[in-house]
C-alpha cells in the first residue's frame, strides 16, 4: 500500500525552528519529485516548497525563502522540510504529496497525499 506519513509538526514559539519529515512505504521515493503544501484555516492550500526526483531543482514560495530548506534522503526514503525563524503566519496543516520526477504547481497534480502534520506558531 503506498503511503506517505508526516510528522515533526507541533507548537513552537515566534522565531523557533521545527523539522517536517515525509516517509515514504510501500514504494521507493527515488524518481518521485515532493511537495510540501500547507492549508491554514479559511485559506487556499498553497505549495509551499518542492524537490525533484533528483534534488537538482527545489522550488519555495516567496514568503518562506532564506527560512525554510527543503531536502531529500532516499536511503531513509523521506523528505525533510526544515523549518527556521517561524511566524505565526506559517501556522497551518502541513502536507507532502509526491509525483514521479517533476515538481508541479498543483496539489491535485500529484498522485500520492499524506494526511498532514499541523504546525502551531504561538507565544
Known amino acids: 500500500q503506498v503511503q506517505l506519513v508526516e510528522s515533526g509538526g507541533g507548537l513552537v514559539q515566534p522565531g523557533g525552528s521545527l523539522r517536517l519529515s515525509c516517509a515514504a512505504s510501500?514504494?521507493?521515493?527515488?524518481?518521485?519529485?515532493i511537495g510540501w503544501f500547507r492549508q491554514a484555516p479559511g485559506k487556499e492550500r498553497e505549495r509551499v516548497s518542492c524537490?525533484?526526483?533528483?534534488?537538482?531543482?527545489?522550488y519555495y514560495t516567496d514568503s518562506v525563502k532564506g527560512r525554510f530548506t527543503i531536502s531529500r534522503d532516499n536511503a531513509k526514503n523521506t523528505v525533510y522540510l526544515q523549518m527556521n525563524s517561524l511566524k505565526p503566519e506559517d501556522a497551518a496543516v502541513y502536507s507532502c504529496?509526491?509525483?514521479?520526477?517533476?515538481?508541479?504547481?498543483?496539489?491535485?497534480?500529484?498522485?500520492?497525499w499524506g494526511q498532514g502534520t499541523p504546525v502551531t506558531v504561538s507565544s
Open positions: 510501500g514504494f521507493n521515493l527515488d524518481g518521485y519529485a
Open positions: 524537490i525533484s526526483s533528483d534534488g537538482d531543482y527545489v
Open positions: 504529496a509526491a509525483r514521479r520526477n517533476y515538481c508541479r504547481r498543483q496539489y491535485r497534480d500529484y498522485d500520492s
